[in-house]
């Protein structure tokens, strides 16, 4: 993508204008494209083009035909096309072999209209399998590949897909701390079947070498138009795609519930709902671009180590930036203030407070940087297994929603209660003086629990809590991870937190043996003693009382 600031700049090619519109509001909640230009005939487009030019356009979707599509393509060969309208065979054959970038026909889900965007944009291409395959077989192309091979793998990577969709569907399901023991039964075994019908579906359909000569199909995303020729030809593989792969099936869950499931106050929580997945596309779309930055500074580990909490620092800067607008103005005391020049103001605090803590960070960055093995809950996932990835999104998604409310509490800290901030961002549950304040209050009181009694607690426990997404919204679980130095810089407070549960641990199982001592030891003297005594008194009296009555 070369527009500035990582922003697709896309222009719509489509007739019918309920549809146009539709795609329009479904991509306007996207922060990363912007639509500059729309058209509902060939003239109007032509007329757009001519305007912007192809260096002000990062993509175009055409609706309209291919015919036209092959014109901009001959015309505009930089420009990435997608085409949006449902084509037959052979104008999809002709779209192909003349370079066209992509097709994803209407009926498509948003989702898959989204990864088709951002796979042209990013020189990428993007055509089904199943529309290779149709291609294929019909013959439009050079038939050096194997049919049968490019079925197969297109079966095993269908497949797998779907399977490993499913397993990391029922992972965040486990994770969630509220799940009954019912559900988490039934649940462990689906994942059990699961498990099994990967194992068999790579068995039975085992990887395949694929080389295809020049111009033949290339049933692969992955492939490119020869500038000299027009010719299609296959990319060369791409070893670190998994990185993308990670990023997308974070972005696919932003597209759910957002709600906080747990019982702890989040910062984030003040959002309205398309505030906080704006505000989490932008924080993803900067984590992607510094990660592209660190990979070509060639930062080294230990470099990257010593400067870990700056660059937390400038990624948290970039997205207030970003999030809120470098130039946004608000008033205040019939003054006008810059509201990034203030947010920022607050930096020193936000990185003692927020960034600082995020556990694990320089494991995930060496995991994504230099492909180290991440180790979590005394279990090392080595690069590009299933279970590295599901590792890998949980500390990527902790670490955005930790952003997320560093980007948000300065916001609270200084403007809560301006009206254009509650207008332009607050939920409408959150918008009276009343609610906000008690919000604050809240935020406060976790703060301080947080800091002096939970966080020794888990330091002391060997364990981290993470944030992540699941399919309800934002919930909550642990990980194992040795925290022995930190405990040892604990002082007041937090020090005697873990000084009171060691003493706890220490005595609890021999207070218990002692009460249950001194238990039993009451239980005989009520019933062995007094109540033996009582009994002889109370025969002693019916005995008085018969003798009475009989004389």
Known sequence: MNSLAGVARLMIVERDPVFRSGLLNCLSRFPEFRIVAEAESIAIATRNLAEL???????????????FAQQVKAQYPTVPILLIEPLPE????????????????????????????RQITARQNYWRSEV?????????????????????????SSGLAQ?????????????????STLDRIFLTGRRRELKAARWLVQKALPPEQIQPKRGAIVPLESATPDPQTSEIVPEAPQPKVWRGELLDRIA??????????????????????EKKRELFFTILRQ?????????????????????????????????????????????????????????LA???????????????????????????????????YEVGTLEARDRAIDLLENLMIQLANAVIQPLLNQFSNLESIK????????????????????????????????EPKAMFESRYRLFIFSEYGIDRITIYSPRTEELETLSGVQLAVTLALETRDAISPRLRSTIAFLGSGIVYLLTEVIGRGIGLIGRGILKGIGKSVRG
């Open 53 to 67: 030019g192809r260096d002000r356009l990062d993509g175009i979707l055409i609706g309209i035909d291919s015919e």
């Open 90 to 117: 052979p104008e999809l054959a002709a779209a192909f072999q003349a370079g066209i970038e992509g097709y994803c026909p209407k009926g498509s889900s948003i989702a898959e209209f989204v990864t088709a965007i």
């Open 132 to 156: 290779l395959q149709q291609l294929t077989l019909q013959g439009t192309r050079s038939q050096s590949i194997s049919v049968a091979k490019v079925i197969r793998q297109n079966w095993r």
């Open 163 to 179: 399977i490993d969709a499913a397993l990391n569907d029922i992972d965040a399901q486990l994770r969630s701390v509220t799940l």
């Open 252 to 273: 696919a869950k932003l597209q759910s519930n957002l709600d906080n499931l747990t019982n702890i106050p989040l910062e984030i929580d003040i959002l309205r709902l």
């Open 287 to 343: 984590l992607e671009e510094l990660l592209d930055e660190l990979r070509f500074s060639q930062i080294q580990s230990d470099q990257l180590a010593a400067k870990q909490s700056e660059i937390l620092c400038d990624l948290w800067q970039t997205i207030v930036i970003q999030f809120f607008g470098r130039y946004s103005m608000v008033r205040v005391k019939k003054r006008d203030l810059e509201i990034v020049t203030a947010l």
């Open 346 to 380: 607050q930096r020193d605090m936000v990185r003692s407070q927020i960034l600082d803590q995020i556990p694990l960070t320089q494991a995930i960055f060496e995991h994504l940087l230099f492909e180290s093995p991440l180790i979590v809950d005394q279990t090392l």
């Open 423 to 454: 207008q332009n961002f607050y939920d409408r549950r959150r918008l009276s003086t009343r609610e906000i304040e008690r919000f604050r209050n809240d935020l406060s009181w976790r703060f301080r629990v947080e800091r002096f009694f939970n």
